[in-house]
Nanobody, 124 residues
């Protein structure tokens, strides 16, 4: 059974830093696409960043502020978030899918597994 467990969310002031982690287990993808998505209250889910096939992809809104990485075993994926602002407040979800899920990744349509989310709250 595939499990994705997020951690690292919390409340910080604008300009602060958070590091999210996602521990994955149980999937058998070779070269998976893994990443982070978020959903703010009253808004649709949006892509934040994904990593797969040796490449990383970022939403324009987080580029140069967030960094996605993963361990060599591709079991844990991280999201380092700098210069946080109130617009980053959302539930952040980890997701995993086959390699092609990183193509046209923003919607998360091809991601097959999702974590339960970790809440990030940024105060001004």
């Amino acid at each position: 059974q595939v499990q994705l467990v997020e951690s690292g969310g919390g409340s910080v002031q604008a300009g602060g830093f958070l590091r999210l982690s996602c521990a994955a287990s149980g999937y058998t993808y070779s070269g998976p696409c893994m990443g982070w998505f978020r959903q703010a209250p009253g808004k649709e889910r949006e892509g934040v960043a994904v990593i797969g096939g040796g490449s990383t992809y970022y939403a324009d809104s987080v580029k140069d502020r967030f960094t996605i990485s993963q361990d060599n075993a591709k079991i844990t994926v991280y999201l380092e978030m700098n210069s946080l602002n109130p617009e980053d407040t959302a539930m952040y979800y980890c997701a995993a899918g086959p390699a092609h899920a990183c193509w046209g990744w923003y919607s998360g349509y091809d991601m097959e597994y999702w974590g339960k989310g970790t809440l990030v709250t940024i105060s001004s």
